[in-house]
């Protein structure tokens, strides 16, 4: 195979091959370098292939694994009991070369676990993040991190989630990030002390655009191109605001598609209000990345469908392109030099 | 004055005046028991209340306060320099008997730490919370705490706010109220040390209804009638929340007022969809209580316009119809004997 090459979980996720197969061959479809390996039930895989008359695909291939990683395992069991599973074979494969990315719907303890197993952390960095682009009232989107990869953080680890989350922003911005911590309030005096630890660690560094801090109502201003808080509360604040959000959607759609000619007359009136909404569903812009491993794992939600799947597929061959791993490290250890002179 | 009174400070939040008194006056409509008093600058009043033809009102009395705490001014400062302001005078008259409640749209740290400064703590309990009632889609609302009150807190604490609440939600139910608690995820092995402990006690407990872990999607569902969480959290969850609904109904704004044929059709149209999405707008249940203290205050929004400030005084009043101090005292003591024998 030449081009770029994805190791795909096709177990994970709520509905495991019916999503993942479908959403690889549409991303084979968009990303004509790229390549797809499935890890998982080989009978359940070419069953979904032959659905889609796709079993002869040159850029895919199939590994059939025995295992799947239940959603309640925990983390510690997935790194004794996992030999053979497919998310872990997924991660092997990376970690052996033969694939550039790895991408699962799985059980996101196990997968953080594993990943840090099986391809190992950067050197300076003390754990791995989970990262989004969240949309925002602006043009451009926003990077939050962490969202869960570590419950509880000092502030080092903070700093190093502002630096990993700068590099990925980067990627498609014309100027350097900006970056602000999450809090309770804007004002200095505000937030307990890992913030405030972290914020004198920002505000030392010139590498970095320090803003300062972001309450919740700020996140989808696009005031900030990095948003960086720990995984407790960044996991807790995106969910809330998927909550909010199907709210929203759910009001709308019921009040709308109860009556067939509301219907026809709100999309008629309103089709830039469904374009803006939609923009805003949480499905588009699917696909987390664990940040400071040498090597690429995009976390795709467990509901997602095939849409969203395949924007998760896709969230790796960007970072593939951009070699994101590297640049990472390259950043770190100018940050820590500078530090230490 | 015979009936209830509020004890206003009428200088607080981003419009003083201009709010705070037409405020008072729609609330005295509403509840023709209440009585108010209200604190802050007689002639900033005067002029108010003058606009509105309503100087001689039977029911409000000013008492002139000289001093304004400002929004940056620290707790600490709050306690040393605040003699004299409107916010402690108001304070100062629950303390003293001589209102049932106060409402103030300030500075939120300079209210919690002079509130519990004038009106002390209540036996059994560790810190103050400050509590929400949040929109749901079923048809009762969800009691969210701590909003902020604390930015770290341990297990006993947090175990003492799910009785608070649980004690307020309780007042609007027939059954017991559904205690949860905010985590990252819903299986027992999710979460930080803190959620793990506080819901090691909360099952001992058999005063309580506790339904175990709810995420932050799961704010708005509805399945708890009170949600409990540390004030770090449940402020960036609630600002967050605030931030998405704000983004929807911007868009929703945006797509139909550019066109007043548009507006004319939509309204005909989704009456019931404006409804809907009213009652998910943050000014309808502005109000948020400090929960733990020997008195009933009430925080409005800062940005709060007067219908939603005129909702904050109407919760005061209903905590003081409720007895709530009262309750929650007895409740503590008879869940802290329990856990005795």
Redesign the interface.
């Known amino acids: 195979m030449s081009g770029l090459t994805v190791a795909l979980d096709a177990m994970g996720g709520d509905f495991g091959p019916q999503v993942t197969v479908p959403a690889s061959v549409q991303a084979l479809l968009q990303y004509p370098s790229l390549n797809v390996i499935l890890f998982g039930d080989q009978q359940a895989i070419t069953e979904q292939l032959s659905l889609l008359n796709q079993l002869k695909h040159p850029r895919l291939r199939i590994v059939h694994c025995d295992h799947v990683i239940a959603n ?1 395992t ?1 983390p510690s069991q997935a790194l004794r009991r996992s030999q053979g599973s497919s998310m872990r074979m997924a991660l092997e494969a990376v970690a052996a070369g033969q694939a550039d990315a790895c991408v699962s719907a799985g059980n996101t ?1 196990a997968l953080m676990a594993l990943s840090r197993f099986t391809l190992k952390l950067l050197p300076g960095v003390d754990r791995p993040a989970l990262v989004a682009a969240i949309p925002t ?1 602006t043009d451009h989107k926003t990077w939050l991190l962490d969202l ?1 990869a570590n ?2 953080c000092d502030a080092d680890t903070l700093f190093q989630f502002a630096v990993m989350g700068a590099v990925l922003a980067e990627q498609d911005l014309a100027d350097k990030p900006r970056v602000a911590l ?1 809090n ?2 804007e ?1 200095e ?5 890992l913030v405030k630890r972290c914020a004198e660690l920002l505000c030392e560094s010139p590498e970095i655009d320090y803003i300062g801090y972001l ?7 696009g005031r900030a191109d990095v948003i960086v ?1 720990d ?3 960044g ?14 959607i ?3 759609k ?3 598609t109860r009556n067939p000619i ?1 219907r026809l ?2 999309k008629w ?2 089709n ?2 469904f374009i ?2 939609k923009r ?1 569903n949480p499905d588009q812009y699917n696909g987390a990345s664990l940040l400071g491993l040498r090597g690429i794992v995009v976390k795709s939600h467990g509901s997602a469908d095939i849409a969203a799947f395949s924007n998760a597929i896709g969230e790796a061959v960007h970072e593939v392109k951009r070699q994101i791993p590297t640049k990472i490290s390259d950043r770190l250890e100018a940050v820590l030099l500078e530090r230490h002179y």
Request: charged share 20%; aromatic share 8%; net charge negative.
């Open positions: 309640d925990r303890g009232n869960g419950v509880s999450l309770i309030g004002e005096i505000k937030g307990n002390d309450e919740g109502n700020e996140l989808y201003s808080c995984g407790f509360v996991n807790v604040s995106l969910k809330t605001s998927e909550g909010v959000a199907n709210l929203f759910d009001s709308i019921n009040a709308i509301k007359v709100a009136l309103f830039d209000l803006s909404l805003l």
